[in-house]
């Protein structure tokens, strides 16, 4: 019977201790979005890293290697993973930024990969799928799916959900004008 006081003054003297130390850690911290604790996005995180980091990449990498496996990393292994960062860095988009308006001519066509996002902003086209590919392009601003030989709509944004060699044709003698959010190639027409 004697330990159901002293239990309950344990806890109510926790409890007041935790609530302490909540209003002390509440008063010390920054709030959120202020000066002393700014919010960021991602491509001005990845802007301020490229920029800070310009042209040291590949010997930053050189000298991670070198110190991490020092006497092991033979020299064959080292130049081909510098090679393929390097060629990593250059599919990399530069200050962070991928969007790119694309000039598609007549007789070429723009063929998106897999999660690419684009726009048609001048011109007409029309959806080209090869024989396998299914569905077309997701049209996000709409709601709807574009399946061959669909005409493209201006201004909306589209989105190709696989990488099978989907792409959008000119119609006509003009040429298109694509704002592209992602990977992409501009190819002759089939």
């Known amino acids: 019977m004697r330990r159901l006081p002293l239990l309950i003054l344990a806890a109510f003297g926790m409890l007041a201790v935790g609530f ?25 995180v990845t802007q301020a890293i490229s920029s800070a980091l310009q042209g040291q990449v590949p010997d930053l990498v050189t000298a991670g290697i070198q110190s991490a496996l020092p006497g092991v990393v033979t020299p064959l292994v080292q130049s081909t993973v510098q090679t393929q960062i390097q060629a990593a860095l250059k599919s990399l988009p530069a200050g ?3 969007t790119v308006v694309v000039s598609v001519p007549p007789g070429q066509e723009l063929v998106a990969d897999q999660g ?23 049209d996000l601003t709409s709601g709807q799916n574009l399946g061959q030989d669909a005409v493209v709509p201006r201004n909306q944004l589209l989105l190709a959900a696989r990488s099978d060699g989907r792409g959008i044709v000119p119609v006509g003698t003009a040429r298109i004008l694509v704002l592209v959010i992602g990977q992409y190639s501009v190819q002759s027409a089939k």
């Open 20 to 44: 302490w130390f909540g209003q002390a850690a509440a008063q010390s911290g920054a709030v959120p979005g202020s000066a002393q604790d700014p919010l960021a996005s991602v491509s001005f």
């Open 96 to 98: 962070g930024n991928s």
């Open 116 to 138: 690419t996002e684009f726009v048609l902003r001048g011109g007409s086209a029309t959806v080209k799928l090869l024989g396998t590919s299914g569905g077309g392009f997701a």
